[in-house]
Every structure is written in C-alpha cells, then in structure tokens.
C-alpha cells in the first residue's frame, strides 16, 4: 500500500514559495528572453521521456526540466514586444486568480455544485456589460474561447428559427425544408466558419459579404445576397458582423446592418474578440454602436483584459433562446433551486465549468475601472504614434485604417515592382525580425498583399518597446536593402 499522497504541507509551501519566485523573476526578466523560440519542430519531444516515471519524482528535479527542456521552446506572450495576433497577457491579479482556481478545483455546473462561482460570474459579468457599455437586458455566460461564444451563438440563432426543430429532428428529418444561409464578411474569422459547421450549416451556407476598401462589410451588399437566397430558396437566419477583425481591426457598419437584421427577423451576432474590451475606454465606446441591438456579442477579457488565457464572454438578449437550445437535464443533476439560482450548464455546451469568473472579479478590482482605461488609452495612443511614422517614412505604406492598436503595414523596395517579389521581400523581413527573437510580428493578406501586422496590446508594452520595434524594423529593412 503506497503512502505516496499529494504534498505535505510543509513541502507545499516550500515548492509554492519556490514557484512564486520563479514566476516572478520570469515576469520580471521577460526582456532578456527570446520572444520566439529558436527551435524546430519536434525538439522538445526529443528531450522529454518517451514513457511516464515509474515513481515519484523531486520538485528540484522537474524545476529543473522547466528550466532546461520547457523554456526553450516556450514562446513569450507575455514578453512586452510580442506584437503578433492578438495579444493575450497576464497580469498578477490574473495569475493569482488562476492558482486559486486550481485550488479550489470546484466545478460550477449548476449553482448548487458551487454558488460562488456560479454568483460572481454574473455580478463581474453585469460589472464587465456595464464597463463597455451595453444595455441592462444583455445577460452574460463565461466560456472558454471566443470560438465557443459564437458557435452557442450560431446554435442558438439555429434554434430561434420558427418551425425548424433540429433539436429534436435533426437536419435529417427536416428533408423538406429550406437550407439555412449565415451572412458574415469577407474578413470574418475562421471561428466563424468553424461555428457554421458544428452547428451543421455547412461552408455552402454561410455567405461572404464583400467589404469595403476599409475592410468593412458592405450592407448594401448583405441586404442583396439575403434577398437574392430569399428568391432562390434559401432560408437566411443570422448575421455575425465584426467589430475589430482579425486581420485589420476594421469595424463593420453595425448600426445599419442592425436595421437589416431587424426588417429581415435575422439573428445578429457581433463578434468583438479583441476590440470589445476597448470600449472600455469612454472615447472608444462607440466602436460598439448598432450592437445594442446584436442578440448576442462576444468579447474575450482574456485578449486585452490582462487575464491569462481562457476566459471568453457571451452577451446575450436571448438568455431564453440559448437555454432553449441547450437546456437539458438529467435526474442526476437536478436540485432544490433550479427555479431560484442560475444553471450555467443550461447555457451550453458544457456541463463542468471552471471557476473563470474569479479573473474577472481579480483584474477589474485589482486595476479599477480607471486602471484599465489608463492602460489601454495608453496602447491606442502608442499606436498612433508608430502610425504616424509608418506614414512619414517613405520606405513604408500602411495597408489598412488604424482604428484601434493594430497596424497593417509593408515595406517598399524601389528594385521591385511585381507582387509576387514584393510579397516575398516583406515576408523575409517579418522573418528577419522574428528571428531576432527581439520581437514577434505576424502577417495577412490584404488584396493580395503580403501585410505585417504589429498589435500593441500587450500589458507591458510601454513606449520604450515600441521604439526599439520601430528602429529594428527600419534597420532590418535597411540591411536587406544594402544587400
Ligand atoms: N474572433 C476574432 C475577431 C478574433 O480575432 C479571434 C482570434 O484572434 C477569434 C474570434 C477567436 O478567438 P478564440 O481564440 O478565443 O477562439
């Protein structure tokens, strides 16, 4: 009988010292490590054991391996000059919540498994609502990505559908009726997509609105793609609009595609992933004007709200669409308060939940309000410096409008004037760049052109960072040119 339980106390609080310093000289020495790592596919896993250890195994000793087999291949997103994606950062209040999480260990499907889970969650989700600034009757629900808020939203937009049970027949015994057709832009994300298929629409029917030379969706053209499906019979059911897409941070007109989803009866989604939390700030908040009158929108406080990843945020005026579609529950989990207290396993996929709300509840009141306006009124304004620069230096061109922190950018090469060799100039000087581990940006294609995007979101990112990025890309550029 083996007497090899968890850690004794004693040992505990030596290893949780141990790892708190660790921690904090990680985040306090991120400058001297490579934000990319140096390595190539499959390296790790040559240094890690092929099969599990036979018995247990000193702290020292996996310290150790951190150090020496984890860290090399760790790529640096807290690190102050990853501009690449979106940034996603954690700030200690973040870090602190998610040990605790850990724990706690608690599981909150249903208020009875945990009410203090399940009560945060909606008194820091009415805290956030109010902080970006949407109507009281928006409800929220945490889910992890913001991959999953848009597929319960595309679901939920599903079941709203009058007459159209797949619920309970699925697309098979509905042999009769209209296909469903989703309208998003051309600049949409993936997740998108990936919602559409799990939610069984397939890629045939969502439908890609062209955008404008602002990379906005362009509602004349929705308005005409509904009515030509309407005539050719299909039948149209939801519209995700974009505020903040990936490639660009473009912001779809919503206002006026709120109008047309309301004369249409359509379900309107707004996928706001990264850009939601920037409403935040007061000058800002317009950037969600129409989505008051979204059904549903979607944020991600793990993107700019210095929580560590994941926590993603599903507003919804539908609360009783999305139960509808999800609502379903065994003898085995029901309880005394069903009728009195909130089930968030009725809003979802999922029946085991985290306990994420404890992020939330940590970062805003550890910042405030006011903090984390400070900090992001910060990035937007750094930005439009390094704009500025882009734009009064003739050796760069800026490929898209900034309206927040993201700017889509290329170099020029007076020796070249083909796309294909332009694109390729650029791609080797993003990888050039990359590869002195000095800083990550990554890239997209706009109108066929090869663009660099640099993000600056990031927690640590103070105006120092954006200055050496900016003096790295003009030397980099400089050396290739000479070349
Ligand atoms: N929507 C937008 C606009 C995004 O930019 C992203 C990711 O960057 C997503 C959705 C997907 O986010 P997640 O990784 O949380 O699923």
Redesign the pocket.
């Known amino acids: 009988m083996t007497t090899n339980i968890d850690m004794t106390s004693s040992d505990f609080r030596k290893t949780g010292y141990q790892f708190i310093d660790w921690i904090n000289d990680y985040l306090t020495n991120l400058e001297n490590y490579p934000v990319l790592p140096n390595i190539q596919p499959g390296d790790i896993k040559k240094s890690l054991p092929s099969s599990p250890p036979e018995n247990s195994e000193d702290f020292d000793k996996i310290f150790a391996d951190l150090n020496n087999v984890i860290m090399p291949g760790v790529t640096h997103w807290n690190h102050p000059k990853f501009m690449a ?2 940034n996603s950062t954690s700030s200690s209040a973040g870090i602190f919540a998610e040990l605790l999480s850990g724990a706690f260990n608690t599981n909150g499907m249903v208020w009875k498994s945990n009410p203090a889970s399940t009560e945060l969650e909606e008194v820091t989700l009415d805290w956030l609502r109010q902080m970006i600034g949407l109507p009281k009757e928006f409800w929220g629900i945490i889910y ?7 597929m319960h939203a595309i679901i939920a937009a599903r079941e709203n559908i009058k007459g159209y049970s797949i619920r309970e027949k699925g697309f098979g015994g509905l042999k009769d009726m209209p296909r469903l057709r989703l309208y998003t832009s051309e600049q ?2 993936s ?2 997509d990936k919602g559409a298929i799990l939610a069984g629409i397939g890629l045939e029917g969502i439908r890609k609105i062209h955008v404008d030379e602002d990379f906005r969706m362009i509602p004349s053209e929705l308005e005409k793609a509904i009515k030509e499906d309407r005539e050719n019979g299909w039948l149209p059911f939801c519209v995700v609009a ?1 505020v ?3 490639s660009t941070t473009s912001i779809d007109p919503v206002s006026e595609i709120a109008e047309i989803t309301q004369n249409e009866n359509l379900w309107l989604h707004v ?5 939601g939390i920037a409403a935040i700030v007061p000058e800002v908040q317009n950037i969600l004007d129409g989505s008051e009158h979204a059904d549903s929108i ?1 944020v ?1 406080p ?2 700019w709200m210095f929580m560590p ?2 926590i ?1 945020v599903l507003f919804t005026k539908r609360k009783d669409v999305l139960k509808r579609a999800f609502s379903l529950v065994p003898e085995y989990l029901k309880t005394d308060e069903d009728n009195e207290a909130t089930n968030f396993m009725d809003y979802g996929i999922q029946l085991g939940r985290r306990f994420r709300s404890l992020k939330l509840w940590f970062v805003i009141r550890y910042f405030g309000r006011e903090g984390l306006i400070e900090i992001i009124r910060e990035h937007l304004r750094l930005a439009n410096e390094l704009k500025n620069r882009i734009d009064n230096n003739p050796n760069f061109k800026r490929l898209a409008p900034v309206p927040l922190s993201t700017i889509c950018f290329r170099a020029i090469n007076p020796k070249l004037s083909d796309v294909e060799s332009l694109n390729k100039f650029n791609k080797e000087l993003m990888d050039r760049l990359n590869n002195t581990g000095k800083v990550f940006l990554s890239h997209t294609i706009l109108n066929g052109l090869f663009t660099i995007r640099l993000v600056v979101s990031g927690l640590r990112t103070e105006v120092k960072h954006v200055n050496e990025v900016w003096e790295l890309i003009k030397s980099e550029y400089d050396k290739m040119i000479s070349e």
Request: glycine share 4%.
């Open positions: 994606y979106f992890d990505l913001a991959s999953s808020s848009t949409a994300h997740s998108v974009t903040g897409t990936t996928d706001a992933a990264h850009a979607v991600n793990h993107k990843i994941d993603s």
